[in-house]
């Protein structure tokens, strides 16, 4: 079942700007990630925080997880037009790389 | 190296028949997960395969069904196929069943009419 919640769906920037989206879930989880998906494709992995790390870098990237809030949050620093994707946050409850995933958040990046 | 490759990569079937999805994941990894995604929907989990063994299932079916091979490739079987079942089918690969990335295929496009 989706455990993962996208806020928010739909986002549209201007190349340059910061993209932030967050991500809801309901149970306790092992680790969270961030997958990245082009028109229809495969997903691309972004980063993965486990559930006793509180902030991630990768690159651009910037991920938060607050486990007190069942809440993370993926901030894309100074966006560019080959960010715009859809974005899905996904909870592993267990450890067992059995993924929830969300419904997804549609970024997309004017030049 | 090669990435995990899925075949086909679109198929067209009608309603009753059955279908066989394709998978080979990255080389070295013995993991592989089968995740079905809706249009306009998150991929939802659907079979996960360690060493040959289902470790896990998620809430389809028997319809579904799925096995791994001696050199870890996985075939995904569904059977009297419904509309519904019209989606794309994503097959991952990890190097390890436990608390890490998945590698995704580019995934097999299926339509049932």
């Known amino acids: 079942s989706q455990q993962g919640e996208e806020d928010p769906q739909a986002l549209s920037i201007q190349e340059g700007e910061n993209a932030t989206m967050n991500c809801s879930y309901k149970?306790?989880?092992?680790?969270l990630q961030w997958y990245r998906q082009n028109s229809g494709r495969g997903l691309v992995h972004l980063i993965l925080?486990?559930?006793?790390?509180r902030e991630k870098h990768s690159g651009r990237l910037r991920v938060t997880l607050d486990t007190s809030k069942k809440s993370s949050s993926l901030l894309i620093t100074a966006s560019r037009a080959a960010d715009t994707a859809s974005y899905f946050c996904?909870?592993?409850?267990?450890?067992?790389?059995?993924?929830?995933f969300g419904k997804g958040n549609q970024v997309v990046v004017i030049p | 190296d090669a990435g995990v490759t899925q075949s086909p990569t679109h198929l067209i079937k009608t309603r009753g028949q059955q279908v066989t999805l394709r998978c080979s994941p990255i080389?070295?990894?013995?993991?592989v997960s089968w995740y079905q995604q809706v249009l306009g929907q998150g991929p939802q989990f659907i079979f996960q395969?360690?060493?040959?063994?289902?470790?896990g299932r998620g809430n389809f079916p028997d319809r579904f069904s799925a096995r791994q091979f001696p050199n870890y490739s996985s075939e995904l079987n569904v059977n009297a196929l419904l509309l519904g079942d019209s989606a794309l089918y994503l097959c991952?690969?990890?190097?390890?069943?436990?608390?890490?990335?998945?590698?995704f295929g580019e995934g097999s496009r299926l339509t049932v009419l």
């Open positions: 991952a690969s990890s190097g390890t069943p436990d608390g890490g990335e998945l590698f």
């Open positions: 149970t306790s989880i092992n680790n």
């Open positions: 925080i486990r559930s006793n790390e």
């Open positions: 996904a909870t592993d409850a267990d450890g067992n790389n059995r993924l929830a």
């Open positions: 080389s070295g990894h013995k993991s």
């Open positions: 395969y360690y060493e040959k063994e289902e470790r």
